[in-house]
T-cell receptor
């Protein structure tokens, strides 16, 4: 079974802090994704990566950056956290285009 | 702009009822439609549909796709309290197949 692990379940940070959200998958998947999930808006794609050191912007990349130095690990970085980045963040990985996304358990981030 | 719309957004029924959740889409270069169930944490995969009119079934859950009318339904028969969850619909495209477009989700509550 694919396992996608997000390092924190809950995080509370202050406005202006730099925040790192970490995600690790154990299935040697090429593709990894970061989504945020907000009530009434569903899941929105922030960034995805299709290979090591390769990344592509999703629908809402502003205020975020990512890092993929190793195939199994994909990090989401909030350079200067703001209150409108309070959300549930979901990481996912994908083997092939014909297979479903596998999600981590999510990180609920609160920025005060 | 690609769009996936789910209805209803929220549904409350009694245990034993049958429910139908809807997902309509306007997506260029459609490839597949996926259903996920999300309880308190990671969305878990239910179905992937690529062909029109072919029902996919898993226990009390079933789903079908209509590529002419651009929608899918997810049916749950003899509902149980464990079916309470948010149900997510997502559509994949031929180009950029990795980047799914998600609907807002339907929050289903089953009362005993």
């Amino acid at each position: 079974d694919v396992k996608v692990t997000q390092s924190s379940r809950y995080l509370v940070k202050r406005t202006g802090e730099k925040v790192f959200l970490e995600c690790v998958q154990d299935m040697d998947h090429e593709n990894m994704f970061w989504y945020r999930q907000d009530p009434g808006l569903g899941l929105r794609l922030i960034y995805f990566s299709y290979d090591v050191k390769m990344k592509e912007k999703g629908d809402i990349p502003e205020g975020y950056s990512v890092s993929r130095e190793k195939k199994e690990r994909f990090s989401l970085i909030l350079e200067s956290a703001s209150t409108n980045q309070t959300s549930m963040y979901l990481c996912a990985s994908l083997g092939t285009a014909n297979s479903p996304l596998h999600f981590g358990n999510g990180t609920r981030l609160t920025v005060t | 702009e690609d769009k996936v719309v789910q209805s209803p957004l929220s549904l409350v029924v009694h245990e034993g009822d049958t429910v139908t959740l809807n997902c309509s889409y306007e997506v260029t270069n459609f490839r597949s439609l996926l259903w996920y169930k999300q309880e308190k944490k990671a969305p878990t995969f239910l179905f992937m549909l690529t062909s029109s009119g072919i029902e996919k079934k898993s226990g009390r859950l079933s789903s079908i796709l209509d590529k002419k009318e651009l929608f899918s339904i997810l049916n749950i028969t003899a509902t149980q309290t464990g079916d309470s969850a948010v149900y997510l619909c997502a559509v994949g495209r031929v180009q950029g197949a990795q980047k799914l477009v998600f609907g807002q989700g339907t929050r289903l509550t089953i009362n005993p």
